[in-house]
Nanobody, 122 residues
Framework: QVQLVESGGGLVQAGGSLRLSCAVS????????MGWFRQAPGKEREFVAR????????SYTDSVKGRFTISRDNAENAVYLQMSSLIPEDTAVYYC???????????????WGQGTQVTVSS
């Protein structure tokens, strides 16, 4: 069993930064792709960023490229999302997820955290 717990969300002004963390417990963390997703009110959950098992390959949705950075620490069983130059459109509940494949579809990830709220004020 794998459990994920996100932290680091909050209220920030546009242009500000936040760093989300996801602590992962259970075995096989280093064998799993990790992803960050977000869901705004009334919208579907969408892909934000992903990182391979080793951390050597990352990818991002177009709207966050150049502003967000995903990273992982396999020794600490943690994954991070550094968010900069935040805009109101980034407001959402952010989820981390673990899966066996390097995918952007939420359905391909089999373990999820409870989410952390990020609110960006204008």
């Amino acid at each position: 069993q794998v459990q994920l717990v996100e932290s680091g969300g909050g209220l920030v002004q546009a242009g500000g930064s936040l760093r989300l963390s996801c602590a992962v417990s259970g075995r096989s963390f280093s064998t799993r792709t990790m992803g960050w997703f977000r869901q705004a009110p009334g919208k579907e959950r969408e892909f934000v960023a992903r990182v391979t098992q080793s951390g050597s390959i990352t990818s991002y949705t177009d709207s966050v490229k150049g502003r967000f950075t995903i990273s992982r620490d396999n020794a600490e069983n943690a994954v991070y999302l550094q968010m900069s130059s935040l805009i109101p459109e980034d407001t959402a509940v952010y989820y981390c997820a673990a899966g066996p494949q390097f995918h952007t579809y939420p359905s391909k990830y089999d373990y999820w955290g409870q989410g952390t709220q990020v609110t960006v004020s204008s």
